[in-house]
């Protein structure tokens, strides 16, 4: 039982460029999240779904895109890197009437 | 603005005595409240929640009181082991099942052997 994975674990990208960070999870939660970790700020919101084909705006969604096509699924994804979204980002998922989030190893980006 | 303040970047415990972590929140609207706990490189894992109709929940050596008037909650570990050594995270939510969590910044707990 995997529980929930992402990938990539790391990633170094240049101001501008695009990337896709991917999320899967096996336990057929309904919920999943996006957050980011930044030194100081703790675990921030930035998108979030409450089920296949749903997506919505957590607390810092500027500069970010989802989208959750299969159930098992969520994609975050930069069309534009810059700078500030160097952080790690941490994948959750939940059954639904949960604050029990199951997380991800986390994905460490960088952008130069 | 943070809403959920844990204002303990880092605190010491020696092994076998009672670790004491504090938050403090500013919503009125907040009626549920977890702990989790992070090891470095991985993710959060929950380890304890209470809901606003109690002032305490227990799980073996964990524990978290909840005070609504001081708006604060706080978890106790008793008694603290090496393996406790983490960074735990206090967050809340506005009624169960609110899909949204607010995390505060964390505290890095040491367990002194």
């Known amino acids: 039982n995997a529980g929930v994975t992402q990938t990539p674990k790391f990633r170094v990208l240049k101001t501008g460029q695009s990337m896709t960070l991917l999320c899967a999870q096996d336990m057929n939660h309904e919920y999943m999240y996006w957050y980011r970790q930044d030194p100081g700020m703790g675990l921030r919101l930035i998108h979030y779904?409450?089920?296949?084909?749903?997506?919505a705006k957590g607390e810092v969604p500027d500069g970010y895109n989802v989208s959750r096509l299969k159930k098992q699924n969520f994609l975050l994804g930069l069309e534009s890197a810059a700078p500030s979204q160097t952080s790690v980002y941490f994948c959750?998922?939940?059954?639904?009437?949960?604050?029990?989030?199951?997380f991800g190893e986390g994905s460490r980006l960088t952008v130069l | 603005d943070q809403q959920v303040k844990q204002n303990s970047p880092s605190l010491s415990v020696q092994e076998g005595r009672i670790s004491i972590l504090n938050c403090d929140y500013t919503?009125?609207?907040?009626?549920?409240f977890l702990w989790y706990k992070k090891y470095p490189a991985e993710g959060p894992t929950f380890l304890i929640s209470i809901s606003s109709i109690k002032d305490k929940n227990e799980d073996g050596r964990f524990t978290v009181f909840l005070n609504k008037s001081a708006k604060h909650l706080s978890l106790h570990i008793v008694p603290s082991q090496p393996g406790d050594s983490a960074v735990y995270f206090c967050a809340a939510s506005a009624s169960f099942g609110n899909e949204k969590l607010t995390f505060g910044t964390g505290t890095r707990l040491t367990i002194i052997p």
């Open positions: 919503n009125s609207m907040f009626d549920y």
């Open positions: 779904s409450v089920g296949e084909g749903t997506t």
């Open positions: 959750a998922s939940s059954y639904e009437y949960s604050g029990e989030l199951f």
